[in-house]
């Protein structure tokens, strides 16, 4: 008996991905050092590609089902590729120089690269437990080998088996989690196991048990406190090309894989993840913002702060569901989507400037590097000006507005005092930001200071991300209502 085909269609972006991601690696073993550019530009396209297929199923509003309902296609998974897409090409065009520099312009991390993001825009789409831990696998294997990619480095060998170690655990905890919740509704399927809930009364306690084990493996992926042990190793640990790969892009697929656990699926138990949220969102701002102010270490601070940031983004995803009326929950869900999207924006400028005062030779891993920056590159330095002021929240910048709409969201949840205590970290968090800032325009550059001289198409994209900032905080109208509608369209 033959089964139907499956309807590709959904799915061709992240085929596309696959086929020239095995084609890539191929192509590499046949090239010299000095045509190490063609992997290169065919990553580079490869990517535009994806984001031309992914743009053309953007036109339909409707979710698409296929592969026995275990991917799903919708507007929310569209948006976060696009932002993908964007994200892991940017950072390619950051990297060119320092992995060149470095002996690490391989074949090894394009390939790496690309099977990393096809992890995350399968977990973007999943909407069956199996597939959106098929996707965290691949890309979390993927992130494992990048960090270990400069092996003469006792550091990236350490920090990458960290990350393995505690990574195969939160993995565990998730597999756990997902078994209990199995156990409990009979299905693996997202949109069954949220019917069943709804319609039956299932085991209350085995759901609650296997929710304690899926939030726990979903705080590991996105780094909050108490699960947050490897973020600052890995970021000081890994290449700085690497570190900029993990802090951006993959935040994206843990917002997705958050909310189609929890909002599609477990939207039935709410009330008792929301709870849990709120204590891990609080620790995160607490120990994020306060370990950020002791760090001389740019990657390690950019690290602690990532923390504070994904305990924002919690506050989103805690104020949908008040008192079991699920008014406000498109809002809130929302607004935690445009802040996942600006804190990839916002990051991607910040290492990126780590990347552009790295040299062969030289990391640009102290805080201290930025000193004098203004005398060296007035332009760089406002660029960078523009991102710390988006990462601390200072209008007219678009970090301004997703702590404003995620704190708006709280507010409309009742959690007046979360408002409150988010705002006071906030401010705790300013002055770390706000020192990078006094360092560059007050300070003397170091003795050893060279000018700054990007490659064309770093420092226009670079100028392009830094310029966005500013201008999607004048103007983040737009981006909200996208973010709403694709919310809405869940």
Not at 123 to 146: D, K, P, R, T, V
Not at 169 to 183: C, E, N, Q, V, W
Not at 268 to 287: E, I, K, P, T
Not at 465 to 489: D, H, M, R, S
Request: hydrophobic share 60%; with cysteine; glycine share 6%.
């Amino acid at each position: 008996m033959n089964a139907a085909m499956p309807n590709l269609l959904p799915a061709y972006a992240e085929i596309v991905l696959l086929v020239m991601a095995c084609v890539i690696l191929l192509v590499d073993l046949f090239l010299e050092d000095a045509q190490r550019w063609v992997t290169y530009v065919l990553s580079l396209l490869t990517l535009a590609a994806c984001a031309f297929v992914t743009a053309g199923l953007g036109a339909i509003s409707e979710p698409v089902y296929t592969f026995n309902n275990m991917f799903v296609s919708d507007v929310m998974a569209n948006v976060l590729k696009l932002v993908t897409y964007v994200s892991v090409a940017a950072g390619m065009v950051y990297s060119r120089d320092y992995l060149a520099d470095r002996g690490l312009f391989r074949g090894e991390y394009f390939s790496l690269a690309l099977f990393a993001t096809l992890g995350m825009m399968v977990m973007i789409s999943a909407n069956h437990f199996l597939s959106l831990y098929i996707g965290l696998e691949l890309l979390s294997l993927s992130l494992y080998a990048m960090v270990a990619l400069n092996r003469d480095s006792a550091q990236s060998t350490e920090a990458a088996m960290k990350y393995f170690v505690l990574g195969a655990l939160a993995s565990g905890l998730l597999l756990y989690g997902m078994s209990m919740i199995y156990g409990a509704t009979g299905s693996l399927d997202i949109s069954t196991v949220s019917r069943t809930l709804e319609m039956t009364s299932a085991n209350r306690t085995v759901l609650v048990f296997g929710l304690v084990f899926v939030v726990s493996g979903l705080a590991f992926k996105l780094g909050v406190v108490p699960f947050h042990m490897w973020i600052p190793d890995v970021y000081e640990g890994a290449p700085s090309a690497v570190t900029l790969f993990i802090a951006t892009a993959p935040k994206l697929a843990a917002f997705a894989m958050a909310m189609r656990l929890l909002v599609s699926a477990l939207l039935a138990l709410a009330v008792d993840w929301q709870q849990m949220l709120v204590l891990l969102s609080v620790l995160s701002m607490a120990l994020g913002n306060l370990a950020a102010i002791a760090q001389s270490n740019i990657k390690r601070m950019l690290a602690y702060s990532t923390i504070s940031h994904m305990g924002f983004l919690l506050l989103g995803l805690l104020s949908g569901v008040v008192g079991g009326n699920w008014l406000s929950a498109a809002d809130a869900y929302s607004a935690s989507m445009f802040y996942a999207i600006v804190y990839v924006l916002t990051t991607l400028a910040a290492f990126g400037m780590v990347l552009l005062l790295s040299r062969k030779g030289f990391e640009a891993e102290k805080i201290e590097d930025f000193r004098g920056l203004n005398r060296r590159s007035p332009w760089f330095a406002f660029i960078m000006l523009i991102t710390m002021f988006s990462l601390a929240g200072v209008p007219p910048t678009v970090g301004f507005y997703a702590k404003l709409a995620v704190l708006q969201a709280t507010i409309g949840a009742g959690q007046v005092w979360l408002a409150v205590v988010a705002v006071m970290f906030s401010l705790v968090g300013a002055f770390y930001y706000l020192r990078i800032i006094k360092l560059m325009y007050f300070d003397d550059p170091a003795d050893n200071a060279v000018a700054i001289s990007p490659r064309g198409d770093m420092g226009v994209l670079l100028s392009v991300n830094g310029l966005a900032l500013l201008a999607l905080g004048i103007l983040p109208e737009q981006l909200l209502k996208l973010c709403l509608f694709a919310i809405k369209t869940l």
